[in-house]
């Protein structure tokens, strides 16, 4: 009798695992660390009492901290971004860049977003928001920036992060949107 099944290859996994684990973060939030912690004191309590009342609790503190994974993974997922920025700016002299937000997911409106702009390695909070963005829907936000000398100014990336629905997760998502302007001389 011969074997049936096949033998897939992982390394399509894999790669897909890697490329969204450089693109996605989440980290607990102290109200998070306070519902795990409590999830696991009842989670004992179950176990030591046997009673079914605890374990039905556990059930749905467990099934919360799951579908708060889900719900803000959702929120971040099919997101596209668009960077207008102008190709010639003044040292010291402050203008404006449009960013383009458009939700791509056919049902599933996205939540709570917080976009930060990435330079350099570091995350540069313009104090843009997003409370809800529907499917199928764009959003254009605009922000000021001040270049304060000559040369290159090169923006790399915009992060979006979400504490969306429960707050119990801070998930965030690296999107690349790269863009250069010039600096000239006032």
């Known amino acids: 009798m011969t074997n049936s099944f096949r033998h897939i290859p992982d390394a399509r996994i894999g790669s897909r695992l890697r490329y969204l684990a450089k693109r996605r973060t989440i980290r607990l939030t102290s109200e998070g660390i306070r519902f795990l912690l409590f999830t696991i004191a009842i989670g004992v309590a179950a176990i030591n009492t046997g009673n079914n009342l605890f374990y ?35 040292a010291n002299d402050p ?28 995350d540069l909070d313009r104090g843009l928001f997003v409370d809800h963005l529907p499917p199928q ?26 504490l969306f629905p429960f707050g119990l997760f801070l998930k965030r998502a690296l999107y690349q949107v790269p863009a250069e302007i010039r600096v000239g001389r006032q």
């Open 56 to 90: 039905l609790l556990l059930a749905m503190m467990l099934s919360l901290v799951v579908i708060s994974g889900l719900l803000s993974e959702q929120c971040l997922r099919r997101l596209d971004f668009h960077r207008h920025v102008p190709d010639l700016i003044l």
């Open 137 to 162: 829907r764009s959003v254009l936000l605009s922000y000021p920036i001040l270049a304060t000398a000559r040369g290159r100014l090169r923006l790399e990336c915009v992060r979006a992060e979400t």
């Open 95 to 122: 203008t404006t860049v449009t960013l383009s937000v458009t939700n791509r997911n056919t049902w599933l409106p996205s939540f709570s977003l917080k976009l930060l702009d990435v330079a350099a390695g570091q």
